[in-house]
């Protein structure tokens, strides 16, 4: 069977597809940024990949080779080859890539090829797909058109987004860099590289403009920085110059949200829940107990949230709220309680988020070109759709 390589032109196609690829650099190479859909199968680990390099700088290509070649032989080659056969076996599809679709993919790609197995590598490797991914995000942000949902915190915009993502464009930047953007908003899985967040980004606009070719994409209105991964500049600029469609929620819907999200959501509200009908915490079983622990570090890391926010908050309103979040943690460890987190949220998002928020709108000069209930918002945007569909 002939499988050609991949070339720039295809790379839309393998990546709309989801295509499996394995990339076979080092784990020290993977770490720092891979191709969306990757597993690092190396042909060279780290240690092996230090030797071969230091040895091309002193000896030069063909003594590099060689070395190479010595030390990926016998047992070590057979392992090796037999992680691709297996993860082949798995994933028809599969793809080869190394950095620049050099040595290393191709060794791999004839190794593969003499066990009777023939799949393609990507032309120009890792170099080449990464630079037509910034090059993707950088062509969308010119040619195709956003709405960006604003309104101040807890007003439900990422709830809004996927609600609306089953029939409309829309585009979870939250999700994307695992993190709710606030300082309270770290979540459990770590987040990616800067590297791997544009390329999962720039992935995730080249599928939405396929399915929905003109029509705007909806995203929040996130600021440059989402946690320590931050928007490329064409694509943060263009969410600056698009249309405003504004979420108003009263305060009291608001901070239901937030609780529910950072508490209900969350080891805490587990916690609660597994606590119900028992005795006390001293008597709870282990996995009531491990829940609790995990509800108490939570509680911790609010309170060092709150910790790093205290200068802007201000001394008297950083220790009254600071006494309110522990006040909430002793009637969740006492009595069982929760409700009374909504005393520091509400606190929180009156003195810190919107004074920052509706600040920074004014700043901007926010017009929105709709401004309504989460509702109303989406009534909007299914009135907006329906219009564009007669008027084809």
Known sequence: MNNPNINSDELTALFTADTPLIDVRAPVEFIQGSLPGSVNLPILNDEERALVGATYKQQGSKAAVMLGYKMISGRVKQDRLQQWLDFIRQHPRAVLYCFRGGKRSQITQQWLKDAGIDRPLIIGGYKQ?????????DRFSENHRLLVITGPTGSGKTRLIQQISNNHPALDIEALARHRGSAFGGMPTPQPTQIDFENQLAVSLLKLKQSYLSDPIVVEDESRHTGK?????????????SKIIW????????????????????????????????????????????LCQRAQLLFDKYANALQAISKK???????????DLENARSSFVNRNEIQSNKIWIEKLVKYYYDPLYLGSLQRRQVNPCFKGSRQAVINYLQTRKNRAIQSE
């Open 129 to 137: 797909a990464r630079q037509f991914l910034i090059n993707t995000i």
């Open 313 to 323: 908050l201000g001394g008297v309103r950083f220790q009254e709220i600071s006494q």
């Open 229 to 241: 991964v931050y928007l490329p500049t064409s694509f943060f600029e263009h969410i600056r110059s």
């Open 247 to 290: 979420v108003d929620e009263p305060l009291a819907t608001r901070v239901d949200n937030i609780f529910e999200d950072y508490i209900l959501a969350t080891p805490i509200g587990q916690a609660l829940q597994a606590r119900r009908n028992t005795q006390p915490l001293s008597s709870a079983t282990e996995i009531q107990a491990m």
